[in-house]
């Protein structure tokens, strides 16, 4: 860059690219440092994006069209023992609960607008400037370095993810089971959540796969050829699209709960210039609810908003600034993470006390009309009026 950056952003990931084109609509310069990862797997991974993200994304321009966004018009989840769920987006007046959104179209189309972005520069190393955001997803590096500690809760869990096409149509429905399966060199059963997520579109038959298992039993999973997996698949969730047959490779990886100590802070040994923690570098939640993407975007508008709000005279490396952002997004993100693990480690426990508990809870909550109206309102993005003005198109030329 010819001249220092206002804010170099460490990761050009969805939240990275995100936050580097609505800081450039505000007129600053931006740095996005981007490693490209060699020999990178395809990414098999589709995010749920609420309403709040989706109107990010588009005033972005960045949103994508159909077969790459699904609408999913209701979610089925069922217990281990009868108990049922669901959640019909007619019942809250719209058309749509959420989106499933495939993964590497929507990083295609952050990317090409960096491009064409004039105050945007991709870096290939971090550069000083008076703000650096770390974006690097929950193994950051950057955070390491800084110092800052990363309280992690390990679940006894990996996920193992993959994309299938299915004898029958999704119908816009993602289903989701909470039941006990079958782990190698193990007596007791073990807690499984499987999660089949409608892709393709409108009538498409095509599905996300995202199963939460125990370790052993995620190395069993990965090493049954491409049949044995998909019948495999099939019976745990019951043939409840007919006959699945497997379109991309399987990945896997550890699920954790974790959270930064802090999410601001000086950069050591540097003057007049700080940090700021986003994304997955702030937080990380297990997956069952789908809120990951949605709480990361979620910061981005939230350091947008104070950015854009700031007094005339503070530098953007002012700790004061800084902390309205980081107290803003700390509640919200404690308050998502205390759900997903609560409901985690409720189907994980095992006996028939805990069993009845939880599928009457399952039921209960079906039928409590006010708090389950809220419940989803919260996931859907929709519990209240905007609080964050969307970003206005500016000149940059």
């Given at each position: 860059?010819?001249?220092?950056?206002?804010?170099?952003?460490?990761?050009?990931?969805?939240?990275?690219?995100?936050?580097?084109?609505?800081?450039?609509?505000?007129?600053?310069?931006?740095?996005?440092?981007?490693?490209?990862?060699?020999?990178?797997?395809?990414?098999?991974?589709?995010?749920?994006?609420?309403?709040?993200?989706?109107?990010?994304?588009?005033?972005?321009?960045?949103?994508?069209?159909?077969?790459?966004?699904?609408?999913?018009?209701?979610?089925?989840?069922?217990?281990?023992?009868?108990?049922?769920?669901?959640?019909?987006?007619?019942?809250?007046?719209?058309?749509?609960?959420?989106?499933?959104?495939?993964?590497?179209?929507?990083?295609?189309?952050?990317?090409?607008?960096?491009?064409?972005?004039?105050?945007?520069?991709?870096?290939?190393?971090?550069?000083?400037?008076?703000?650096?955001?770390?974006?690097?997803?929950?193994?950051?590096?950057?955070?390491?370095?800084?110092?800052?500690?990363?309280?992690?809760?390990?679940?006894?869990?990996?996920?193992?993810?993959?994309?299938?096409?299915?004898?029958?149509?999704?119908?816009?429905?993602?289903?989701?089971?909470?039941?006990?399966?079958e782990t190698p060199g193990m007596s007791q059963?073990?807690?499984?959540?499987?999660?089949?997520?409608?892709?393709?579109?409108?009538?498409?038959?095509?599905?996300?796969?995202?199963?939460?298992?125990?370790?052993?039993?995620?190395?069993?999973?990965?090493?049954?050829?491409?049949?044995?997996?998909?019948?495999?698949?099939?019976?745990?969730?019951?043939?409840?699209?007919?006959?699945?047959?497997?379109?991309?490779?399987?990945?896997?990886?550890?699920?954790?709960?974790?959270?930064?100590?802090?999410?601001?802070?000086?950069?050591?040994?540097?003057?007049?210039?700080?940090?700021?923690?986003?994304?997955?570098?702030?937080?990380?939640?297990?997956?069952?609810?789908?809120?990951?993407?949605?709480?990361?975007?979620?910061?981005?508008?939230?350091?947008?908003?104070?950015?854009?709000?700031?007094?005339?005279?503070?530098?953007?490396?002012?700790?004061?600034?800084?902390?309205?952002?980081?107290?803003?997004?700390?509640?919200?993100?404690?308050?998502?993470?205390?759900?997903?693990?609560?409901?985690?480690?409720?189907?994980?426990?095992?006996?028939?006390?805990?069993?009845?508990?939880?599928?009457?809870?399952?039921?209960?909550?079906?039928?409590?009309?006010?708090?389950?109206?809220?419940?989803?309102?919260?996931?859907m993005g929709t519990s209240a009026p905007a609080?964050?003005?969307?970003?206005?198109?500016?000149?940059?030329?």
């Amino acid at each position: 860059m010819a001249t220092q950056p206002d804010i170099c952003i460490r990761g050009a990931g969805i939240v990275g690219r995100s936050l580097a084109l609505l800081l450039a609509r505000e007129r600053l310069r931006v740095a996005l440092v981007d490693v490209p990862k060699p020999d990178a797997a395809p990414d098999v991974r589709a995010y749920s994006l609420n309403s709040e993200a989706k109107n990010l994304l588009q005033a972005l321009r960045c949103w994508p069209e159909s077969p790459a966004v699904t609408p999913v018009h209701q979610m089925q989840i069922w217990g281990d023992d009868g108990g049922q769920l669901a959640f019909n987006a007619n019942d809250q007046g719209t058309s749509e609960l959420n989106w499933m959104v495939d993964v590497p179209v929507l990083e295609e189309r952050l990317a090409a607008a960096v491009q064409f972005q004039p105050l945007i520069e991709v870096v290939s190393a971090p550069v000083a400037a008076p703000l650096t955001v770390v974006c690097e997803g929950r193994a950051s590096q950057t955070r390491a370095d800084l110092g800052v500690g990363f309280d992690i809760t390990h679940y006894d869990q990996h996920a193992v993810a993959t994309r299938l096409q299915c004898e029958q149509p999704h119908g816009g429905v993602a289903r989701q089971w909470f039941r006990f399966g079958e782990t190698p060199g193990m007596s007791q059963a073990q807690a499984e959540i499987l999660a089949l997520l409608p892709l393709g579109g409108e009538g498409g038959h095509e599905v996300a796969l995202v199963w939460s298992v125990h370790p052993a039993r995620a190395q069993a999973l990965m090493a049954l050829n491409a049949e044995d997996f998909s019948h495999e698949l099939a019976t745990a969730c019951g043939l409840a699209l007919g006959r699945m047959t497997l379109t991309s490779e399987r990945a896997v990886w550890p699920l954790q709960l974790a959270r930064a100590e802090r999410w601001i802070g000086a950069m050591p040994g540097a003057a007049a210039q700080s940090f700021a923690l986003a994304g997955d570098a702030a937080h990380a939640m297990h997956p069952l609810a789908g809120q990951g993407l949605n709480v990361g975007l979620g910061d981005v508008a939230e350091l947008v908003q104070v950015i854009r709000d700031k007094e005339f005279w503070r530098p953007l490396n002012d700790l004061k600034l800084l902390r309205r952002y980081e107290r803003a997004r700390q509640a919200d993100v404690q308050a998502m993470g205390l759900v997903t693990n609560a409901l985690q480690r409720l189907f994980a426990q095992t006996g028939p006390v805990w069993q009845q508990l939880r599928n009457r809870g399952l039921s209960g909550f079906d039928r409590s009309g006010p708090l389950k109206r809220w419940m989803t309102r919260q996931a859907m993005g929709t519990s209240a009026p905007a609080t964050h003005t969307p970003p206005t198109e500016k000149a940059t030329s």
